[in-house]
């Protein structure tokens, strides 16, 4: 299905290029002079390469039909993850190198919409926001506020966050997984 670039949305799926790419940022563009455009910054949905692309305002592109199966992440098993469907009860293994953004949240157990385009799977999306426990940070020094800065903290999947000085070993924390920031405390 073709749609026009001026319908462009954060999210949106399309073809291009010989690729799969999701719409991250876009910006209709109108100059003095010339023609109207969109620029766009569109992630490739095989590789997770970010890139830059310009469209004419006139232009069409394929609309990419990805499917979002909900699964449930199980194990790790050498470089591969296995997920099962929560409904049929198959397993799914993805290769490491496919999903290497998200392993940085993924918890066993957790729910998560494995990307699926014409029977390929090609990628993971987790939840906008994970509760990790904090494993390692240095110790909170008294006098150190709220305010005042921040320090790294390696939380239970490996991935390191800057969270506040009051923030302990063992603390729940919530963790924005679009950009891998520290939120809040985890209820």
């Known amino acids: 299905m073709s749609i ?11 073809e291009v290029k010989d690729g799969i790419w999701r719409v991250v940022e876009f910006q209709h563009v109108k100059p003095g002079k010339g023609s109207a455009f969109v620029r766009s910054k569109l992630k490739n949905l095989r590789t997770g390469a970010v890139q ?9 592109v394929e609309k990419a039909n990805i499917e979002n199966k ?3 992440y199980l194990y790790a098993d050498g470089e591969n993850h ?3 469907d ?3 009860y198959e397993q799914l293994t993805i290769p490491a190198e496919q999903i ?5 949240y993924l918890k066993e157990n957790m729910e998560v919409s494995v990307l699926m385009y014409n029977g390929e799977t090609i990628g993971v999306d ?3 926001t994970v509760d990790l426990k904090v494993v390692e940070t240095q110790a909170s020094i008294k006098g150190d506020t709220q ?8 939380m239970e999947t490996g991935v390191v966050v800057q969270v506040p000085f009051f923030v302990n070993e063992g603390d729940m924390l919530t963790i924005n997984t679009q950009d891998g920031t520290y939120i809040s405390r985890a209820n």
């Open 4 to 14: 026009s670039v001026n319908d462009f949305k954060n999210g949106l799926t399309i």
């Open 126 to 128: 987790v939840p906008n």
């Open 70 to 72: 909900k699964m449930q």
């Open 100 to 104: 290497q953004e998200q392993l940085k």
């Open 86 to 88: 929560t409904t049929t």
């Open 82 to 84: 296995v997920f099962m």
């Open 147 to 154: 305010s005042g800065g921040s320090k790294p903290a390696t």
């Open 52 to 60: 830059e692309m310009t469209f004419r305002s006139t232009a069409k």
